[in-house]
């Protein structure tokens, strides 16, 4: 049997029904933006690899960075053991994260961020001897695939078998310029209750709902009316971290900055998995003491992983660099330009450009959700061209590494605008 036979025996693989898809394409190396097919296909990674990828496959200073390390202490428990880059990239992080952000606690993925973020919140106000157990999260929000980063996520077609086991969260509006009012007042209504934690959000831009946009200043109202009411701001940057959408960080785009910082994607350049939850001082504090039952009691077998401590080092040392400022102001000019050019299409529904993502979506007789008819089509057709584009929907985007040439995104216009004109 041929590889893609044996994968179809014994591997599941994630958001795919078992049945009636087409086989997954076997990838045998991937350099840079490619990822190379096992017959010699080059096709252009325009998503990232699930938006992680940032500075290009297999990266040889990352690639180098991990194997010395692998070779030296590839991991170490680390309740009452540290090491050197684990240290390192705690100093790292808090050099480029705003100001008032102090601690770095390590984790695996987006979601444990997520989860660690609920449960230090959770816990923050219980040290403090205070009942406040409940989250405001934004309609649509994609937090994660664990219970409590589901359970502050849009309750819809993703979670519906799940909803029984889901804690309760407030949900307020996605904000756009129409209902700004009636968000805030939703919003204050919630804080009013004296019950809210804290508040949750992708800042910006959801990036599972559509790559949906928002306004930095109206976050910003929302978060000084949260400190107004004494409820902590915890900004999910799980997608928008490190670049991606034009500033190190999206809530380098307010003036309010969030008391906790969600990480990953990015965090390592793409290499290895790795998830990183920051906070201030001030919930530090509540932490500040010798009871264990006050301790935060909670950790995973390969926290603070040396290995991806190490890429995420290496990829940190990339993001410094000019070259690397310079990359994303490209993506970010070819974009605004593509964008101004099919924007009059027919079928365009709309165009949204954040930094380097790009989002189109597609007038559809169809409902606009994930499940849309519409992704049928579009996937077969951008990877037909050698182009990975995953459509949400009735929506695809483009989200590259920030290393893509500008005659590389044009390979990736093309396709687009081929698809406008086959369907005009
Ligand atoms: C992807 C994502 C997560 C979940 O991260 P995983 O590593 O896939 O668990 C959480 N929040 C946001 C905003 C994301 O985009």
């Given at each position: 049997m041929n590889w893609v036979g044996r994968d179809k025996v014994s591997v599941w693989h994630p958001f795919t029904p078992l049945k009636g898809v087409d086989d997954p394409l076997m990838i045998k190396r991937a350099e840079g933006v490619y990822l190379i097919t096992e017959d010699d296909r080059k096709i252009i990674d325009a998503i990232s690899s699930w938006w992680v990828n940032i500075h290009g496959h297999a990266h040889p200073e990352i690639t180098k960075a991990i194997a010395e390390q692998a070779a030296s202490l590839e991991h170490v428990i680390f309740a009452g053991f540290t090491h050197q880059p684990a240290i390192e990239l705690a100093e790292n992080l808090l050099s480029i994260l705003p100001s008032n952000q102090h601690k770095i606690f390590y984790s695996d993925n987006g979601s444990t961020a997520v989860e660690v973020a609920l449960k230090m919140v959770i816990q923050y106000w219980y040290n403090k001897g205070t009942q406040k157990n409940k989250f405001i999260a934004i309609d649509g929000a994609y937090h994660g695939d664990t219970f409590g980063s589901m359970s502050v996520g849009e309750r819809g077609d993703f979670t519906r078998p799940f909803f029984n086991h889901l804690f309760e969260v407030e949900f307020i509006d996605f904000p756009t310029p129409s209902n700004l009012n009636e968000v805030k007042k939703q919003f204050v209504e919630y804080l009013n209750t004296?019950?809210?934690?804290a508040f949750i959000f992708e800042p910006l831009v959801q990036g599972a709902a559509g790559m949906r946009m928002y306004d930095a200043s109206f976050l910003d109202e929302l978060i000084t009316v949260a400190r107004e009411h004494n409820v902590l701001c915890i900004a999910d940057e799980v997608m928008t971290g490190f670049g991606r959408t034009g500033k190190l960080f999206a809530s380098d785009y307010l003036v309010n900055k969030p008391d906790i910082f969600c990480l990953s994607k990015g965090l390592t350049g793409g290499a290895l998995a790795m998830g990183v939850t920051s906070c201030t001082k001030e919930i530090e504090d509540a932490f500040q003491t010798p009871e264990l039952k006050k301790a935060f009691l909670h950790g995973h077998s390969y926290t603070a992983n040396p290995m991806a401590c190490a890429a995420a080092n290496a990829s940190f040392k990339l993001l410094q660099k000019p070259k690397c400022a310079k990359g994303i102001e490209l993506i970010h000019q070819c974009h605004l330009n593509f964008a101004d050019s099919i924007k009059n299409k027919n079928i365009v529904k709309e165009v949204r450009v954040l930094g380097t993502i790009l989002a189109l979506e597609f007038k559809s007789d169809?409902?606009?959700?994930?499940?849309?008819?519409m992704r049928n089509q579009l996937y077969p057709f951008f990877i037909s061209r050698n182009v990975l584009l995953r459509p949400l929907g009735n929506l695809i985007y483009i989200l590259p590494?920030?290393?893509?040439t500008e005659q590389q995104l044009n390979q990736v216009y093309s396709a687009i605008t081929e698809f406008l004109t086959e369907h005009a």
């Open positions: 004296g019950e809210i934690a169809d409902d606009t959700s994930y499940f849309s008819e590494p920030y290393i893509i």
